[in-house]
């Protein structure tokens, strides 16, 4: 991962709390692959991948951010 922070709402988000965004977003992923499309699990799985990739076209998308600052 190239991204280091990210700036959210005035706030820079530090490289371990990108990485547990990362982990919500894989955890989802692989909730969503799992379970039935019914399933209470997979329905809130694809509402934060929704809230994760809506109107982006990569859903690596904290990748794409630019690092800020230096550590």
């Not at 919500?24 to 699990?41: F, Q, S, T």
Request: hydrophobic residues 50%; glycine residues 6%; charged residues 20%.
């Amino acid at each position: 991962m190239t991204a280091q922070h990210i700036t959210v709402a005035g706030d820079i988000l530090t490289p371990l709390n990108v990485a547990l965004i990362i982990e919500v977003y894989e955890a989802a992923c692989r909730v969503d692959e799992k379970l039935p499309d019914a399933h209470g699990a997979s329905i809130a799985a694809k509402r934060l991948i929704a809230a994760f990739t809506e109107g982006l076209d990569d859903s690596l998308w904290l990748e794409a951010v630019p690092p800020m600052g230096s550590a």
